[in-house]
């Protein structure tokens, strides 16, 4: 009820009465209006089926939902009215449009529940058919805090929360503000657990065993069950590419809260709000979609695990020693394509044959990735190797069955190639034969009738005939019945020549339908091989930002970490990655720092404007963070105990807008940092107190320090 109708009528959606309206003004399409037997006109505007999507599109980003009814009769067969559903319904979290979609970036849709006594969320990713959920159980503020740290990671653009989280207006302001997702409230129906996690289970029984992890976590499973609700009811059938849900527990990062993220300027720069200037501009040298995604997904959740982390830092090692190797990986992964999302449309059943030849393009390389992988001999690589599919059956499958160049269309034939299907190769053979036919038919009677001009040919709503000149119609013989007349030529069909173009025609039209409904098996036999099709992909994109690491480490001459659990962070001649790259003619002076948790825990950093202050606190937060993700970092030596969490407090941006003075939010966020920081935090906190007078912000920077 609450989204527009896109109504499909001929080749065109059509809208009506206030959706018309609606959609009118924001797309700026001509407003009609059409008798519908009320008293008024209904006012009406409509699109063109085939950029339908482009409308749509610009309907969701704007916010609006929208609901897309189509035929689902084949209107040729079907009997008075041809019979419509609505098939989905797109909205900012669901959309699949590959143009309202960044490559580099997931698109989620989440699902928060929260009660008095904890917290679960669940998101899911519909174009590439990642579900993740986590929970925190505790006292609300606790857990609504850990939700919007979490919520900050996730950075969802659609949200379904319950009624409890819509009634705390706090919480609800801050992910309005910092978040700006759509948001919908659906109320709670006070299921039984055992009812969500039926639902949950049968979700995915067709891929998974029920998960036993997850059994355990009442929150995630009423949060993944109300997630998986809410698209059910709007994607309908389209959902098997979604075939796991993996639990995780937020412990298992480091935990960066959302100003921090902001303050470190990773994903986009304070001031401007864009990627240029930020971290990630510099790190990010991968070469797939799938890539780029995962080594956002990296910085969001940085490593505490030594092991995983040097694990990352072995391979990212390895390829910054042997350039070949690393040369002719990058090469590699250069023809594949977003294999995750073009999966996902496979599944979904919106793809055309391009998507197949783009999937077949990406899994070519696969076998010659794993060779050099394999030469490697790295533990790491060899690991991954064992584990990456060369996908040789649906490459196979892809390559026998459709041209090089398809079309498009999937309805106009032109699809499938020679050899796939006999019975198609005949009935194209047979529509051959037909052309040659009518050009024997022609000679003949040019020859019976003795005009030069007469002529055989075609269009779509007369069909096959014979045209004479006005000039020759004398000479017309007997068995030339007359089909047109236009103005300077008349038109004939011979019994002759309807049983030809029966044949042409029936043969033409049959070998489309057959090229169709190959093509739809192609599909399903792909669509089988999903889960393998999602773990390649997951493959792919780690050999990809590891690579992207090694790149950006020999550019920009970074070093290996080293990493303890003692607390000690030890770097020689540190440097801010970013600022570095600004500075011109390598300017850039490099700094050292040593802390540790005895007597180098707190370091006080005094000097001149302009000195350089913000920017080597700044360098100490990104190199630990680098650290973590498994990347090397900006130093010539460097040592780093592992950090449960990074907080920072930088600069002073006023929130006038959720009510709070400068001076409050910078409060609330000290606050938020004394009560959250264990001894294994690193904090760094730029200009404490500047909120308030010299001596007032004196007192509270000792005090916070003590
Ligand atoms: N190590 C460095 N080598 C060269 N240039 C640097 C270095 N660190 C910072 N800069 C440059 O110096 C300028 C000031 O840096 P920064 O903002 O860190 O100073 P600050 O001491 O925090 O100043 P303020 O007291 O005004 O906050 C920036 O333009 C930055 O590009
Ligand atoms: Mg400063």
């Given amino acids: 009820p609450d989204a527009l109708l896109f109504f499909r009528l001929g080749d065109f959606y059509e809208m009506f009465f206030e959706d018309a309206i609606t959609a009118s003004r924001e797309l700026e399409i001509a407003l009609t209006k059409r008798e519908c037997g009320l008293e008024e006109k209904a006012p009406m505007c409509g699109v063109p089926h085939?950029?339908?999507?482009?409308?749509?599109?610009?309907?969701?980003?704007?916010?609006?939902?929208?609901?897309?009814?189509?035929?689902?009769?084949?209107?040729?067969?079907?009997?008075?009215?041809?019979?419509?559903?609505?098939?989905?319904?797109?909205?900012?979290?669901?959309?699949?449009?590959?143009?309202s979609l960044n490559e580099?970036?997931?698109?989620?849709?989440?699902?928060?529940?929260?009660?008095?006594?904890?917290?679960?969320?669940?998101?899911?990713?519909?174009?590439?058919?990642?579900?993740?959920?986590?929970e925190f159980i505790g006292e609300q503020g606790i857990t609504l805090g850990a939700i919007l740290d979490e919520l900050g990671k996730i950075m969802p653009s659609e949200l379904?929360?319950?009624?409890?989280?819509?009634?705390?207006?706090?919480?609800?302001?801050?992910?309005?503000?910092?978040?700006?997702?759509?948001?919908?409230?659906?109320?709670?129906?006070?299921?039984?657990?055992?009812?969500?996690?039926?639902e949950v289970n049968d979700f995915f029984k067709k891929y998974t065993e029920p998960k036993i992890e997850l059994q355990s976590k009442i929150y995630s499973i009423i949060s993944a069950a109300r997630l998986i609700k809410y698209l059910k009811a709007t994607q309908f059938s389209a959902l098997e590419h979604i075939t796991?849900?993996?639990?995780?527990?937020?412990?298992?990062?480091?935990?960066?809260?959302?100003?921090t993220r902001t303050n470190l300027e990773i994903h986009?720069?304070?001031?401007?709000?864009?990627?240029?200037?930020?971290?990630?501009?510099?790190?990010?040298?991968?070469?797939?979609?799938?890539?780029?995604?995962?080594?956002?997904n990296w910085l969001e959740r940085p490593l505490i695990d030594t092991k995983l982390i040097n694990n990352r830092l072995d391979m990212v090692e390895y390829l910054t020693k042997n350039p070949f190797v690393s040369e002719e990986i990058k090469e590699m992964l250069h023809g594949i394509y977003d294999i995750e999302r073009l999966s996902s449309k496979i599944t979904n059943g919106n793809c055309n044959a391009r998507d197949m030849i783009a999937l077949?393009?990406?899994i070519k390389n696969i076998p010659d990735i794993r060779a050099i992988l394999f030469n490697t001999g790295q533990e790491q690589f060899l690991k991954i190797q064992k584990e990456l599919d060369p996908l040789k059956d649906v490459y196979k499958l892809i390559e026998d069955s459709i041209i090089e160049e398809p079309p498009l269309s999937l309805r106009d034939g032109g699809l499938i190639k020679k050899g796939?299907?006999?019975?198609?190769?005949?009935?194209?053979?047979?529509?051959?034969?037909?052309?040659?036919?009518?050009?024997?038919?022609?000679?003949?009677?040019?020859?019976?009738?003795?005009?030069?001009?007469?002529k055989v040919g075609y269009n779509r709503v007369t069909g096959y005939y014979i045209e004479l000149r006005k000039t020759s119609v004398d000479l017309v013989p007997d068995n030339y019945i007359r089909k047109q007349t236009l103005a300077n030529s008349e038109r004939y069909y011979t019994e002759k020549l309807k049983e030809i173009e029966n044949k042409i025609l029936g043969a033409e039209g049959k070998a489309i339908e057959i090229e169709y409904e190959i093509f739809q098996q192609i599909r399903e036999l792909v669509k089988k091989e999903i889960t393998r099709l999602q773990k390649t992909s997951r493959l792919l994109a780690i050999i990809d930002v590891i690579l992207s690491f090694s790149i950006v480490a020999n550019a920009n001459n970074f070093t290996r970490p080293s990493l303890n659990r003692k607390g000690i962070i030890d770097i020689k001649d540190g440097r801010h990655p970013v600022v570095e790259a600004t500075i011109e003619h390598q300017l850039f002076v490099p700094n050292d720092s040593y802390m540790d948790t005895r007597h180098n825990m707190v370091h006080v950093i005094t000097g001149p404007n302009m000195a350089g202050k913000s920017t080597f606190m700044r360098q100490i937060a990104i190199i630990t963070l680098l650290a973590q993700i498994g990347s090397f970092v900006p130093a010539k030596e460097a040592d780093i105990g592992i950090v449960?969490?990074?907080?920072?407090?930088?600069?002073?941006?006023?929130?006038?807008?959720?009510?709070?003075?400068?001076?409050?939010?910078?409060?609330?966020?000290?606050?938020?940092?004394?009560?959250?920081?264990?001894?294994?935090?690193?904090?760094?906190?730029?200009?404490?107190?500047?909120?308030?007078?010299?001596?007032?912000?004196?007192?509270?920077?000792?005090?916070?320090?003590?």
């Fill in 360 to 362: 077949k393009q990406s």
């Fill in 420 to 454: 796939f299907n006999t019975n198609l190769d005949e009935l194209r053979e047979s529509s051959m034969h037909g052309k040659e036919w009518l050009s024997e038919l022609e000679k003949e009677e040019k020859e019976k009738t003795g005009i030069k001009t007469l």
């Fill in 104 to 134: 580099k970036s997931n698109n989620f849709l989440a699902s928060i529940f929260v009660d008095s006594f904890g917290a679960g969320i669940c998101y899911v990713d519909h174009s590439t058919g990642e579900m993740l959920t986590t």
């Fill in 268 to 296: 986009e720069t304070m001031r401007r709000r864009d990627k240029k200037g930020a971290l990630i501009t510099i790190l990010d040298k991968t070469k797939t979609a799938m890539g780029g995604r995962l080594l956002k």
């Fill in 644 to 706: 449960d969490r990074i907080f920072t407090r930088i600069g002073a941006s006023d929130n006038l807008s959720q009510g709070e003075s400068t001076f409050m939010v910078e409060m609330n966020e000290v606050s938020n940092i004394l009560k959250h920081s264990t001894k294994n935090s690193l904090l760094i906190l730029d200009e404490v107190g500047r909120g308030t007078s010299t001596y007032d912000g004196l007192s509270i920077a000792w005090a916070v320090i003590e």
């Fill in 50 to 99: 085939h950029v339908a999507e482009t409308y749509i599109s610009r309907l969701v980003d704007k916010g609006y939902k929208v609901a897309v009814c189509d035929q689902v009769e084949d209107p040729a067969l079907a009997k008075g009215l041809v019979k419509r559903e609505v098939v989905r319904v797109v909205t900012p979290g669901t959309i699949l449009d590959a143009n």
């Fill in 244 to 259: 796991d849900i993996q639990y995780y527990e937020s412990e298992q990062y480091m935990l960066m809260d959302i100003s």
């Fill in 160 to 198: 379904i929360i319950n009624r409890a989280l819509a009634d705390d207006k706090k919480i609800f302001n801050a992910i309005k503000n910092k978040i700006a997702p759509f948001i919908n409230i659906i109320e709670d129906e006070g299921s039984e657990l055992t009812a969500y996690l039926k």
